[in-house]
């Protein structure tokens, strides 16, 4: 893959920062629209995926990387879909990893299902990530089977594995479903500090058309929390991440738990980040229909103006933040994309 220089005329080096005086430095960049499970929260069980021939190629988003990392980005996650099952996803891995060489990126870093992991899990350290998130709903082979519509939990446990061995830090995401997970959450919690990883709990989110409503699904996480404060020690953590998870510290554990609640309390002050499609959309909220085309801008012109120009105008439209509903009167999406368009 040939790289990209990054040029410092003003333009093209100036920080993001939008209305609200937010600069951003995160980037989440999902690689596939695809994913080799259909989680049943996240997709139809009927999606209809984009065209390959509509897909930036590895080289176009490897640009448009470069080009906000120019701009102040400091951290890139890839995701998806699932980042993994893109073809040659490694060489993407590869050339953004000469960012993390010349100090310019702090941090790239991957959310993953893990099918794949066992795979890939080396090179990815090898390429200069050192954590992942995991994305996993439940231990109970059978549930995970039902959550993902197929999926193989040994595939997924190998996985990790995998990533740990390699010496790659994990942290697992679950999103908490009502009836489905909610009573499993202890057992959770302790296998994954019982390997020192952390774990981080999600609510979910109404995006996109599920085929079902999300009040069978939602649980919030106060209650949740208020449960788990009967049987552990929970001890508030500092907010240093500046990212939407609020920490605490499991005294019986000694482990680290996340909440990320976009239902019940936001979190937007602080938002730091935009994320890109494998389309080259970007999105400037998770929670709001904003959309800005870069691949008209990027295919234009071979230097980067126009781009960093489509840049400052999306970033000048971010919103102040997200409103998403769960209620009976409001068990529609929210937002109409999926998450598997954005990525987690
Ligand atoms: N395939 C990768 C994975 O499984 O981590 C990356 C993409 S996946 C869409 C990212 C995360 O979004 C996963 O943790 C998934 O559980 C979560 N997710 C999907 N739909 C969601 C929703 N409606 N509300 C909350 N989280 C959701």
Redesign the pocket.
Known sequence: MTGISLSHAPSLSRPMTDPFGRTISYLRL?VTDR?D?R?F???AEDMTFLPKADLLSLEELDRLCSTFIARGVRKLRL?????LVRRNVMSLVRSLSRHLETGALRELTM????TQLARFAAELRDCGIRRI???L?TLDPQKFRAITRWGDLDKVLAGIEAARAAGLAVKI???ALKNLNEEEVPSLIDWAHGKGMALTL???????E?GEG?ID?YVPLSLLRARLAKHYTLTDLPDDTGGPARYVHVGETGGKLGFIT?MTHNFCESCNRVRITCTGTLHTCLGQEDASDLRRPLRASPDDELLSAAIDRAIGLKPKGHDFIIDRRHNRPSVSR???V???
């Open positions: 999902s994913c499970l989680c929260y996240c997709m995701t998806g879909g699932e980042p959310t993953t299902n893990a998130n995991v994305s709903d995401n679950t999103v999600i609510e979910v989110m109404p995006m996109g599920i999300r699904q976009p999926h998450m598997s954005t990525g987690g």
